[in-house]
T-cell receptor, first 109, second 115 residues
Framework: DAKTTQPTSMDCAEGRAANLPCNHS???????VYWYRQIHSQGPQYIIHGLKNNETNEMASLIITEDRKSSTLILPHATLRDTAVYYC??????????FGQGTTLQVKP | GAGVSQSPSNKVTEKGKDVELRCDPI?????LYWYRQRLGQGLEFLIY????????KSGLPSDRFSAERTGESVSTLTIQRTQQEDSAVYLC?????????????FGEGSWLTVV
């Protein structure tokens, strides 16, 4: 399985951009990078995913390096409600998501 | 419905009893997944179904755990002779297919407490 490495925790000031890094050096050519977040013990919420190109949606932007060995999730204007555990996952071609421990993002006023 | 639906949302059971947890995936989604999350811990993969293919049961922790799926619709996760360590939230998810580029969507989970 392609394994991901994320910092255990990060802080961000409210209104500033939150940049969450992820390393996935063993990713295979056609495996996608997914980001989910989990607030308290709710079900994981899908944020964004990408293969090679940078992606943007209403929630976030995903920047993937050219060699695809790392990526960064960007929340452009973090709010207190963005405090959560953020998971970076490489989805295997067989379909299932294998979750790591994620990054606990604390947005502070 | 619009999303993945799970029931019951909360279940308290006595040690040794059997429990069934139900998942209704998003309509048209052929792939269905079960995960477990113990308090304060990460998500553990349990099992996944893809269409008529044999399910991937590689994450089931013991033979007390089993799951079934009727066609491409409802799935039931059964835990026999429950133990206290089975206490967790059980999350179901679904996807259009198992292909890597198709998003997986999660339900809100079934909280199981074994007393």
């Amino acid at each position: 399985d392609a394994k991901t490495t994320q910092p255990t925790s990060m802080d961000c000031a409210e209104g500033r951009a939150a940049n969450l890094p992820c390393n996935h050096s063993t990713i295979s050519g056609n495996e996608y990078v997914y980001w989910y977040r989990q607030i308290h013990s709710q079900g994981p919420q899908y944020i964004i995913h990408g293969l090679k190109n940078n992606e943007t949606n209403e929630m976030a932007s995903l920047i993937i390096t050219e060699d695809r060995k790392s990526s960064t999730l960007i929340l452009p204007h973090a709010t207190l409600r963005d405090t959560a555990v953020y998971y970076c996952i490489v989805r295997r071609n067989t379909g299932k998501l294998i979750f790591g421990q994620g990054t606990t993002l604390q947005v502070k006023p | 419905g619009a999303g993945v639906s799970q029931s019951p949302s909360n279940k308290v059971t006595e040690k040794g009893k059997d429990v069934e947890l139900r998942c209704d995936p998003i309509s048209g989604h052929t792939a269905l997944y079960w995960y477990r999350q113990r308090l304060g811990q990460g998500l553990e993969f349990l099992i996944y179904f893809q269409g008529n293919s044999a399910p991937d049961k590689s994450g089931l922790p013991s033979d007390r755990f089993s799951a079934e799926r009727t066609g491409e619709s409802v799935s039931t996760l059964t835990i026999q002779r429950t133990q206290q360590e089975d206490s967790a939230v059980y999350l179901c998810a679904s996807s259009v297919t198992e292909i890597s580029g198709n998003t997986i969507y999660f339900g809100e989970g079934s909280w199981l407490t074994v007393v």
